[in-house]
């Protein structure tokens, strides 16, 4: 949260050719509400209502006070808000979840014409939208698609999942269950494209860039080691924190004190669910962000890291929880099946 102080007003200029990207397909008419909260850099959001006004689109700001935890709703006036628009996007300094009642209506029920995209954000700062992996040209998403399509093939024809790491990761899960071909299809689409057929706006992240698999809800067992940082504690960690997985779900914690924090933060915003193991197996494609720093919003796309998650789990729909905690692996190691290597000590290898 540093970094947003101090940003020279000239920045504009790098600001409004960073969002040429992600809103390329903006129309006019096109309904957009910016939602953000006051610890926000005001250049994110005031560059990025202004391109979408640069593009005739009708963007709206929902400002309020920075959500007291990372997964929480906005308030009831931002999600009724949201509910009319036809795009959300997210500027919030803190992550939001698909889980929570809120977002789940927003997706269900917003836009007046069905499900609702929520282009997710969240912590971006001035610095990864110029200079760090908000700066990726559409070339560079192409290329990022087409390496998350090979890697999404092997997951649509693997069985099980193993994730290794030298701080000492070591977990297997199943990750069968989805329909055919549905891996390779959704990474390998680019973001923020419309849908021939309805012309609606489809979904996307700012920084582009990951590929994930969600376990089968009680399969993953073993040890998981968060290296890097999390949602919470922010800040890179002085001390890694292991997760032990029993039958999907973390039954110890154990670490220093971010350990003890992690903990800390469970016990008192989560529920029963966000102890499961729904949320995603995520190694980042872009190789534009930095190494990592200990911030969510760059550190779960770089190249060659993973973010894992507990709690919510978007894909199948089978895990609901209040909150979803994703921590970081550095440098991961995904192996499918025994006998395939999709990462190893964070090179892509596919």
Known sequence: MIERYGVPSTKIIGLMKSWQVPFRNIQKGDRLLVLTDDAMDPMVWQSAMAAINERDGEPVLCLFPRLAYHCSDPPPLAIEAAKRADVVVALTTTA??????????????????????????????????????????????????????RIGEIYDRGKRVRVLS?????????????????????????????????????????????????PLPGSANGTLVWDTTAHFPSGLWREPVALTIKDGRVVAIQGGAEAEQVRWYLETYGDENSWRVGGEIAVGTNRKCWPAMGMMRNDKKRYGAMHFGIGHGADRGEVNSTLRLEGIIARVTVVVDDNITVCEKGEIKV
């Open 96 to 149: 939001l979840n698909s889980g929570t009642p809120g977002f789940r209506s927003i997706r269900s029920e917003g836009g007046g014409k069905g499900q609702t995209p929520v282009w997710l954000m969240e912590e971006l700062t001035v610095d990864i939208l110029t200079d760090g992996g908000g700066r990726a040209t559409l070339e560079d998403l192409k290329e990022i698609c087409e390496l998350q399509r």
């Open 166 to 214: 030298e701080s000492g990761s070591d977990l297997f899960a199943d990750i069968t269950g989805m329909p055919p071909g549905h891996q390779a299809t959704r990474w390998g689409k680019l973001p923020f494209e419309r849908d021939p057929k309805t012309g609606k706006l489809g979904g996307g992240t700012w920084p582009f860039g990951e590929v994930h698999v969600e």
